[in-house]
């Protein structure tokens, strides 16, 4: 059973910085290191959206809300997913999960980035 698990959310204010983690376990082989990654984010009663994603070898993409303030990196050695995340702004205040750009593994709890303005 895959489990993705993220963390080191919290409450910054506007213009501060903050970078997320998710590890994953439960997966055969290096099955990892060939998968495309991606950080996905919810804001209260909306849907899921796509915020950055990371092939195996390195290459990403960004949604334009967060381009040239998020970075998005990966360590295949260790099954983690990581976003440093700077001047970060009240509308990026959501919860963070990851998962692979299929989403088809199961969710795991998201952490929670509030930015204060």
């Known amino acids: 059973q895959v489990q993705l698990v993220e963390s080191g959310g919290g409450l910054v204010q506007a213009g501060g910085s903050l970078r997320l983690s998710c590890a994953a376990s439960g997966l055969s082989g290096s099955i990892f290191k060939f998968k495309t990654m991606a950080w996905y984010r919810q804001g209260p009663g909306n849907k899921r959206f796509f915020v950055a994603r990371i092939s195996g070898g390195g290459i990403t993409n960004y949604a334009d809300s967060v381009k040239g303030r998020f970075t998005i990196s990966r360590d295949n050695a260790r099954n983690m997913l990581s976003l440093q995340m700077k001047r970060l702004k009240p509308e990026d205040t959501a919860v963070y999960y990851c998962?692979?750009?299929?989403?088809?593994?199961?969710w795991g709890q998201g952490t929670q980035v509030t930015v204060s303005s």
């Open positions: 998962n692979n750009i299929d989403t088809s593994w199961p």
